[in-house]
Structures are given as structure tokens and as C-alpha cells.
């Protein structure tokens, strides 16, 4: 039987309690209760805070995979991927944020499932790090 969710979760707390550890990450009791005992996926920001506390990617968490290889950095990036991100980054945060939804809208047109991974992981890391800006 596939692992779901609530399972990675609780082999990463290992011999700790989900309740005492998720009010002290800042989950609500109804969180808690909807992810431990309904089995539902959280929503963004209660997934960025349980990555950031068990140290794993949300694509590990949703998936229990990690995103394929070929997409991972090696070595120098090459100077118009340098410049892509200089664009995006010069973008206002509105803007961002509907390129990423365009980009979305493309990639799930492609019906490629490796290039829709590593999408949902930016996606979820674009993610995070805006709300690390709020």
C-alpha cells in the first residue's frame, strides 16, 4: 500500500506526539485533526511549516518522491538562466505570481510528468519564499 501524507509525517516525528508538535509549529488543533486523524492534505502555508520543521521537501511530503535529478543544478549555471532569474525577480510580486500561474497553465499541457514535479516543487518554493516576505 502507497504511504499517503499523514504517514511520511508521522515516520519523520518518529516516538513524538503529532499534537504537541504541530501546535508547536504553529498548526491549529483543526489542522492537526484534519491532517492526523482525517488523512487531508494541508493547505500551502501549514505544508511550508511542516517542510521547514521535519526538513523535507512538500514535493517529498506529498509524493515521497523528490524531484527528479535532471532537474537539480549542477555545476555553473549558464549565464541566460542567470538572466531569467533577474527578470523574475524584477518582477513585481503580483506579476510573479501570475507568470507562475501562466507557466502552470503550460506545463499541465504537456502531460509530461517529471516536467509537472518540477514544476509543482518551484511552484511550492515561489510559495514559500512569499510568504517568508509577508
Given at each position: 500500500?502507497?504511504?499517503t501524507?499523514?504517514d ?8 513524538r ?12 488543533l ?9 488523512g487531508?492534505?494541508p493547505r ?6 511542516i517542510?521547514?520543521a521535519?526538513g523535507?521537501?512538500?514535493n517529498w ?28 525577480h ?31 516543487s ?5 510559495m514559500?519564499?512569499?510568504q517568508?516576505?509577508?
Amino acid at each position: 500500500m502507497e504511504k499517503t501524507f499523514r504517514d511520511r509525517v508521522l515516520e519523520k516525528l518518529g516516538n513524538r506526539k503529532p499534537t504537541p508538535w504541530g501546535l508547536s509549529i504553529g498548526l491549529t488543533l483543526g489542522a492537526i485533526n484534519r491532517i492526523f486523524n482525517q488523512g487531508v492534505v494541508p493547505r500551502a502555508d501549514h505544508l511550508i511549516k511542516i517542510s521547514d520543521a521535519l526538513g523535507v521537501s512538500i514535493n517529498w511530503l506529498l509524493t515521497g518522491e523528490e524531484v527528479s535529478p535532471k532537474y537539480v543544478s549542477c555545476g555553473e549555471t549558464p549565464i541566460v538562466d542567470e538572466k531569467l532569474v533577474d527578470l523574475f525577480h524584477a518582477l513585481p510580486e503580483d506579476s510573479q505570481l501570475g507568470l507562475v500561474g501562466m507557466l502552470g497553465t503550460y506545463v499541465s499541457v504537456l502531460k509530461d510528468d517529471d516536467v509537472q514535479k518540477a514544476y509543482e516543487s518551484f511552484k511550492l518554493s515561489f510559495m514559500k519564499e512569499a510568504q517568508k516576505r509577508k
